[in-house]
């Protein structure tokens, strides 16, 4: 499957993971009851990324029901073992969240 266009912030971040040869999945699904997706996993460490986009905008993120949504996501996500980093557009746009998951990867 091709995945769709992201957002400006996930398709820096996909840019970054390759320049580092980072190697992930866009749009992986952590959970086979729910359809959850990931905008980037590293699967056989266990490690999801988030690029919470509309962080200066009001976006879905930042709502209540998408904040409540999205806490459990992440809750759940946790609890089957991953960890979970999350960041905003402008950090990864400025290298700090590919410095951060270079640092998780290299764990």
Known sequence: MIPK????????????????????????????ARRWRLDFAIPDKKLGIEVEGGTWT???HNRGSGMAADCIKYNTAVLRGWRILRFTTDQVISGDAIDVIL???SQ
Do not use: K
Request: net charge negative; hydrophobic share 30%; with cysteine.
């Open 5 to 32: 266009a992201g957002s400006p912030g996930e398709e820096t971040l996909a840019l970054h993971c390759q320049a580092y040869r980072v190697t992930v999945e866009r749009e992986y699904r952590f959970d086979p």
């Open 58 to 60: 009001n976006g879905r």
């Open 103 to 105: 640092q998780a990867v």
